[in-house]
């Protein structure tokens, strides 16, 4: 896989549906609200851009975002500790 065709694939590996989504694409998907996009782009975590009075994401700003969410463990630190300390009186 070639470095454009890797740009143009979201971060579940399927093919770029588009080039760019709206705001209202980003809640139809399910991604985001159009609230938690502008609070996304204060914090410098996802870059808007502006075509007139719209504004878009482009699918590799939107592909980036979503690579750079944390991870989610499996089991949290605080239920590991306190397995730790079950295990222990056993």
């Known amino acids: 896989m070639g470095a454009n065709e890797n740009a143009t694939t979201l971060a579940i590996g399927r093919p770029a549906a588009k080039i760019a ?9 399910g991604i985001m609200s159009r609230t938690q996009a502008y609070s996304e782009n204060r914090a410098g975590h996802l870059t808007l851009r502006k075509i007139g009075r719209r504004t878009i994401v482009l699918h590799e700003d ?27 009186k056993q």
Do not use: F
């Open 21 to 29: 989504y709206t705001l209202g694409d980003l809640e139809d998907l």
């Open 62 to 88: 939107l592909a980036h975002w979503l690579q750079n969410l944390p991870v989610k463990n499996a089991v949290s630190q605080q239920h590991r500790e306190l397995a730790l300390r079950r295990w222990g």
